[in-house]
């Protein structure tokens, strides 16, 4: 399941969503707000969707894993809004049959979010600066 939501994610909701019995396990990420960035404190991060294509942004990301790895499920869930330190800001799980593709195939949805970041992301800092991850 995809899902882009402004409510406080529950991971272990997501790790249900993919857990069943042709699976050898469930492998879970989740994604904090730090509390410091580019070597300044942060107060905030906002994630925004103004063009509403989060989720299209979501889905390409599953299908490419989904392609590369041989997975049985998976779940990836995005917060938006305006989040504090220590939010979780994303919950990813794969169930698939065997741990080490599951592990591979986690890494590559996390470092596809990071490249692809399907949505709008501003951080702002205790020195009032803001930083736009699009700049």
Known sequence: MI??????LNPETVVNEVRNTAAGCVISYVGLIRDNSHDKSVVSVEYTDPAGKAV??????VEEV?????????AFHHRIGLLKPGDINIVIAIASGHR??????CRRAVDLFKEKLPTNKVE???????LNAAD
Do not use: Q, V, W
């Open 3 to 8: 899902k882009i939501t402004e409510d406080i």
């Open 56 to 61: 299209d942004g979501l889905k390409s990301i």
């Open 66 to 74: 989904r392609k590369s790895f041989p997975i049985i499920d998976m």
């Open 100 to 105: 080490g593709e599951a592990f591979d195939a």
């Open 124 to 130: 702002t800092y205790t020195d009032g600066t803001t």
